[in-house]
């Protein structure tokens, strides 16, 4: 069953519906909502030969652009580099990708590099689970309650506007270690735009719903958790994605400045050793890492939110 | 009717004033009404009377200015699981499955996993919609979100139904077929009913009852049985009878909404104003 059937279903339904309504759907009532909650991969390791064909031919253009931007990329940094471009940029020093590609393959297997991509991993995830720890609680809260937000949100908007990598100096001071600063680097660049999404979720949520949790028996504890939680939901995913791309630039300026061991130090590293390659691996490793840790927030949001594929205007 | 009879709503000199010092809106003033257990009242009366915060105040979200509301002869204080409320807007948790949002109460209340379950899967049988228990509020009608916001309201078993406008938002024919719905629904659950509405065949169609608000500050203007036998038929709106109830409303209504025009001529506009007269109403006004 394609996904423009299922959602074509209810409404053709509801249209037989008033005239007797105890008669039952056709199919898929129960299909619907399953296929829904599926994300994307397992629904294709899971579809019919033919299905696999339908998805091969939506997603193909997509496919091929996407090989486009960064073949063009790739060809733009090969030919820079073997005609050594003067003009006005310089690739008189730039490695060449087969350079980078030699590089990777010797530090690839080396122990060393493995622990600075687990040391930012962690550190990553370390701050940016504080922060959500912090900030989504706050925001409802602030969201809320007009005390909270008046007592919190001078406070949050003077901080507000210091950039993570001006905290540097700050954070050596304030913390025991150089790990913990680091975190807690991360963990500012995560927060302020995990908070105020969560604070504008609120806000946006429509009262009604508010009302009707109230009415049907939900207590002040309750309704943050199964109203205005999931109502806001969301809301927070954005500053999530939001946040976890400033936690990176976050952590990488921490990690060259105050840093040891970690994708930022070893770049910074690699340009302090005059080591060409090692500083395009670096940046590379950087923006894979930060890839995959955007498309994990994407995917957890879209098995969390399921309704959304469902909902006016969604572009899924 | 031989079980003890509950839902009792006596509304008494309430009076609701919204605003600061300086502008102050009397939105109901002194108004008095009830609903007897398991009756069916509706309160018509031209837009912006207040009867919309007479409901909230039932329901519970609006402390009234002056007056009280009481149920069971007890003060209305706040929202609560015994006054089930239906809204004009749409009021379905978008993020649950409809069975989900018909459970919402019963798991405010502590009830059990597979009774809550079994609850939701009666009510939605009874009203026909067992079949879309799985899906989303988003992928369904309006019509059919209206009629599981009634259930959802009915599932915690509440001695009163509140409806604002509940079918405000839908076109004539389904309009039409959700009031049967409710009247059916009705009859099965026996529960006292206060229904909010501008729709003058639509309340005379559903109630026993009916009361005429006055334009703002909304008063109890008028009181008006329905002798209508139950249960009601579409056939009837065609009767002497509900022609000479749906005069009598509409000679009532016009009144006010002429009242109500003319206030909003002075202040300088007519937006907001709703067309429930006629337009020779309108012509005498100009």
Known sequence: ?316 | MSEPEKGFIDVRGLGVVFGTKDAKVEAVKDVWLNVQPSEFVSLIGPSGCGKSTLLSIVAGFVKPSSGEALLDGAPITSPGSDRGVVFQQYSLFPWLSVRLNVEFGLKMAGVPKDKRENTARTLLGLAGLLAFEHHYPDQLSGGMKQRIGIVRALATSPQVLLMDEPFGALDTQTRVVMQEILTNMWQKFRISVLFITHDIEESIFLSDRIYVMTARPGRIKAEIKVPLPRPRTAAMTESPEFMRLVHELKRLIREESLAAMGSELHVGGISGFEMDIGPEGVKSVL
């Open chain 1, 1 to 316: 069953m394609t996904v423009q059937n299922i959602r074509a279903l209810p409404k053709q339904a509801a249209a037989e519906d008033p005239s007797s309504p105890k008669k039952t759907s056709p199919t898929g009532s129960s299909s619907a909502p399953k296929i829904s909650t599926l994300v994307l991969a397992p629904a294709i390791a899971l579809a019919k030969p033919s299905q696999l064909l339908r998805i091969v031919r939506e997603q193909a253009p997509t496919a091929l652009l996407g090989c486009i931007s960064l073949g063009a990329l790739f060809l733009f940094w090969y030919l820079g580099t073997k005609y050594k471009v003067d003009f006005y940029i310089r690739f008189k020093n730039v490695p060449t990708p087969y350079a980078v590609l030699e590089e990777a393959r010797t530090v690839g297997l080396s122990n060393k590099f493995f622990i600075n991509v687990v040391d930012s991993l962690r550190r990553i995830i370390s701050g940016f689970l504080i922060a959500i720890l912090i900030g989504v609680p706050l925001g409802l809260v602030i969201g809320k309650y007009r005390l909270v937000r008046d007592l919190y949100m001078p406070a949050i908007e003077v901080l507000r506007p210091i950039p993570a990598i001006a905290w540097v100096p700050m954070a050596i001071m304030l913390w025991p270690t150089n790990e913990a600063s680091i975190v807690f680097i991360t963990f500012i660049g995560a927060f302020f735009p995990i908070l105020l999404n969560t604070v504008h979720g609120v806000h946006s949520m429509d009262g009604v719903l508010i009302r009707a949790g109230r009415c049907l028996g939900a207590n002040e504890v309750k309704l943050f958790w199964y109203v205005i939680l999931p109502g806001t939901l969301p809301h927070i995913f954005t500053g999530l994605a939001v946040g976890m791309g400033v936690a990176w630039v976050s952590l990488i300026a921490a990690e060259m400045i105050s840093g040891q061991y970690g994708v930022g130090y070893y770049t910074w590293e690699a340009y302090s050793l005059v080591n060409y390659p090692a500083i395009v691996l670096g940046m590379i490793t950087i923006g894979i890492l930060g890839l995959l840790c955007s498309g994990a927030i994407r995917l957890v949001g879209f098995i969390a939110m399921p309704w959304l594929a469902y909902s006016v205007g969604s572009k899924r």
